[in-house]
């Protein structure tokens, strides 16, 4: 069976509505963001404050445009327990740091990172 040509796959994609569908975007340009690091001074269970300081390194593979990049915090079952997001405009190939002072839930343990275009 012959392979689709990327114009007939293109085309069909066009034809079906694709909400947030990263490989749309990539078709007609847009961010291509990705998370390259992430680091934090303490722990989540140790934040003697109340708040933690997050960094995020963001690097943009793709077309300038804004990128939402999301911290999630779990406990340690792997049970979501907050959600923090910022939308920041990350230029064409450049990485971004992006700073998130967070007051976790009691009991959360890890965080994720992630980025996407906005």
């Not at 796959?9 to 998370?35: D, F, I, Y």
């Not at 911290?71 to 920041?88: E, F, R």
């Not at 190939?93 to 998130?100: A, E, L």
Request: proline fraction near 5%; glycine fraction near 10%; charge should be negative.
């Amino acid at each position: 069976m012959p392979r689709p040509s990327r114009r007939s796959v293109c085309a069909a994609l066009a034809l079906v509505p694709l909400a947030g569908c990263s490989a749309l975007e990539s078709l007609t340009g847009g961010p291509e963001p990705r998370v390259t690091d992430t680091r934090s001074g303490q722990s989540l269970g140790d934040a003697l404050t109340g708040s933690v300081e997050i960094q995020v390194l963001v690097a943009n593979e793709g077309d300038t445009g804004d990128v939402e990049v999301t911290v999630t915090t779990y406990d340690g079952n792997g049970n979501v327990l907050d959600d923090y997001s910022q939308v920041v405009e990350i230029e064409e190939g450049q990485s971004r740091r992006v700073d998130f002072n967070v007051s976790p839930s009691s009991g959360a343990e890890r965080y994720q990172a992630e980025a996407e275009a906005a």
